[in-house]
């Protein structure tokens, strides 16, 4: 049974707690076990201490659905305090929104995926809470995905942006915890942090073997599932595939009104994807891309997620989609993610080159290759910011 760093905080709380002024910064998926909100927790916990609070993207309640789709400051209409917006007028918080706390408390659900807002939110959170001589804490949560396994090529630093500011990989295998201290020591933001971890985790867990049930932490990540395909789906966002959004099964879903599913389906090198079944599936979006249009495309099915590549698969599906339907297929123009002049698959990549091979058609096996010597670098990294076996 695995319990979280808010199970924990509430269960044995710190000395160094007591007396002093939290903020914390939570969403829907901010609950412990029972399904009891963080904020009510810690305020039932630390009567009176709680002053502020703060919504990563997407909201306090998750519900905005899209990139570039801001919330705004606002009261909290149980506790009467304010609620400020890291996805508003402004993604760094201001030295005014930290006048009356002397710690933050971060509770938020990571998706285990590189270019996932939250750990930049918490960054700059770090990085604010370093200049203003304030303490942050982290309730550590599962990487839904597992600690195990890294996949992909390491961010370069030329395509830096809120959907990657380090040089970590798609897939980097830590929890939110883990990867504060990793953003805190070796990327040397130096902020004061602690870190409350969970009890019972370990690094081969997925979510489905935690015992947890699943809040989704964001309107698009509705079931394990959906993270689980996440490191490689998320690429469609910068193209004129839909990536599922506007249906029930976003990112398991993928198409387009252009696709011919049986030539692409003769075209896909299927022994090339392991772990999974393609099933072809057609869709209507009831928003977002093609909102309105059937969707011819494919379904998802992991069938042996050991083996499954997230990552790898989404590439290879879409050099398979740039052959057969090249005068059809797009690159998604700027901007996104508040990024008004690089290609938005080239931020989500983190690299340019990526997109040349699937322009090329070079071979993805190769390219695979050539990540793994920066992946083992990062690998011995991570390995001492590890909070679990």
Same mark, same amino acid.
């Given at each position: 049974?695995?319990?979280?760093?808010? &199970?924990?905080?509430? !269960?044995?709380?710190? +000395?160094?707690?007591?007396? =002093?002024?939290? %903020?914390? *910064?939570?969403?829907?998926? /901010?609950? &412990?076990?029972?399904? !009891?909100?963080?904020? +009510?927790?810690?305020?039932? =916990?630390?009567? %009176?201490? *709680?002053?502020?609070?703060? /919504?990563?993207?997407?909201?306090?309640?998750?519900?905005?659905?899209?990139?570039m789709i801001e919330s705004d400051h606002t009261m909290d209409p149980v506790l009467d305090i304010p609620v400020f917006s890291l996805y508003g007028e402004t993604r760094v918080p201001t030295e005014k929104m930290f006048n009356d706390i002397d710690i933050l408390l971060i509770d938020l659900q990571d998706a285990g995926t590189r270019v996932y807002t939250f750990i930049y939110t918490m960054s700059y959170c770090m990085e604010a809470a370093r200049r203003c001589n304030r303490k942050i804490v982290i309730l550590d949560r599962p990487n839904p995905i597992g600690g195990l396994v890294t996949e992909g090529n390491l961010l370069s630093h030329q395509y830096s942006s809120f959907v990657g500011r380090f040089p970590i990989p798609m897939r980097h295998g830590m929890t939110i915890g883990e990867i504060a201290l990793l953003f805190n020591d070796h990327y040397r933001i130096g902020c004061d942090l602690e870190v409350i971890p969970m009890q019972g985790w370990h690094r081969a867990m997925y979510f489905q073997d935690t015992g947890l049930c699943w809040v989704p932490p964001s309107p698009n990540l509705p079931t394990p599932v959906s993270a689980m395909v996440y490191p490689g789906q998320v690429l469609l966002e910068g193209t004129n595939i839909s990536e599922g959004r506007g249906t029930s099964q976003p990112f398991e879903l993928f198409g387009a009104p252009y696709l011919d599913v049986p030539t692409l389906s003769a075209a896909l090198p299927m022994d090339a994807f392991k772990g999974v079944i393609l099933r072809p599936a057609v869709f209507e979006p009831v928003a977002n891309k093609w909102q309105g249009r059937h969707c011819r495309g494919f379904q998802i099915h992991i069938i042996d997620r050991s083996l499954y590549q997230p990552y790898l698969t989404t590439l290879k599906l879409l050099q398979a989609v740039i052959a057969n339907h090249g005068a059809d297929f797009k690159w998604k123009s700027p901007p996104y993610e508040y990024e008004f002049e690089k290609q938005p698959f080239d931020l989500i990549t983190g690299s340019r080159e990526i997109r040349q091979c699937l322009e090329n058609g070079e071979n993805l096996d190769h390219a695979a290759s050539a990540w793994q010597a920066d992946l083992y670098k990062f690998n011995k990294v991570k390995q001492l910011y590890h909070l679990y076996t």
């Open positions: 049974m695995v319990y979280t760093g808010l &199970d924990n905080l509430i !269960k044995s709380p710190p +000395d160094w707690l007591e007396g =002093r002024r939290l %903020g914390l *910064l939570c969403n829907p998926a /901010s609950v &412990d076990r029972h399904f !009891k909100h963080a904020r +009510d927790l810690i305020n039932e =916990r630390f009567p %009176g201490q *709680l002053t502020t609070l703060f /919504s990563p993207q997407h909201g306090f309640w998750a519900a905005k659905q899209d990139n």
